[in-house]
T-cell receptor, first 113, second 114 residues
């Protein structure tokens, strides 16, 4: 079946602009995760959605970052007033249930000029 | 807090040979999971192998196997009969049963030479 999809594949924006990154998880997967991969920080957890529970936002680096998951499926990660240090690859993953294996999408490479 | 350490930034191996990638982790938890993910230049993170901490038997997936030493908090990956397509970054990851977040090591870049 189809894997996790993310769009756009690449995004170039100017400092101060807002960006939205989209993640479409594997059908039937109840858990959805966002991670960030950058040269300086490696791979780091951002946010986790599980079913209808309140999301775990403990990894979000600042209040400029937010995410939502509509209808228990598609998720959007929004970065407001982007900064150059936000440049990174943003990876989305989904799993069938908590503690199950996470399957990753191809990522969105964000470049903030 | 849990940490994952991969002490080998780069490794190389000749095609058809065997290579072992090291990973150690630190946790006070007893119920957790360990993973190896592969990230080729295409950027897609691909699961290689998964190990449940409560299982004593080492996980294997075809040419990939792990040496899980729970007491030593060590989780190495052995790749047998290396292939050119194994060239990639390899990440070791830890997941606590209660939090479901993956904590990654810094990765090992593996180059397979013909």
């Amino acid at each position: 079946g189809a894997g996790v999809s993310q769009s756009p594949s690449n995004k170039v924006t100017e400092k101060g602009k807002d960006v939205e990154l989209r993640c479409d998880p594997i059908s039937g997967h109840t858990a959805l995760y966002w991670y960030r991969q950058s040269l300086g920080q490696g791979l780091e957890f951002l946010i986790y959605f599980q079913g209808n529970s309140a999301p775990d936002k403990s990894g979000l680096p600042s209040d400029r970052f937010s995410a939502e998951r509509t209808g228990g499926s598609v998720s959007t990660l929004t970065i407001q007033r982007t900064q150059q240090e936000d440049s990174a690859v943003y990876l989305c993953a989904s799993s069938l249930a908590p503690a199950e294996t996470q399957y990753f999408g191809p990522g969105t490479r964000l470049l903030v000029l | 807090a849990q940490t994952v350490t991969q002490s080998q930034p780069e490794m190389s191996v000749q095609e058809a040979e065997t290579v072992t990638l090291s990973c150690t982790y630190d946790t006070s938890e007893n119920n957790y999971y360990l993973f190896w993910y592969k990230q080729p230049p295409s950027r897609q993170m691909i699961l290689v192998i998964r190990q449940e901490a409560y299982k004593q038997q080492n996980a294997t997936e075809n040419r990939f196997s792990v040496n899980f030493q729970k007491a030593a908090k060590s989780f190495s990956l052995k790749i047998s009969d290396s292939q050119l397509g194994d060239t990639a970054m390899y990440f070791c990851a830890f997941m606590n049963h209660n939090t479901d977040k993956l904590i990654f090591g810094t990765g090992t870049r593996l180059q397979v030479f013909p």
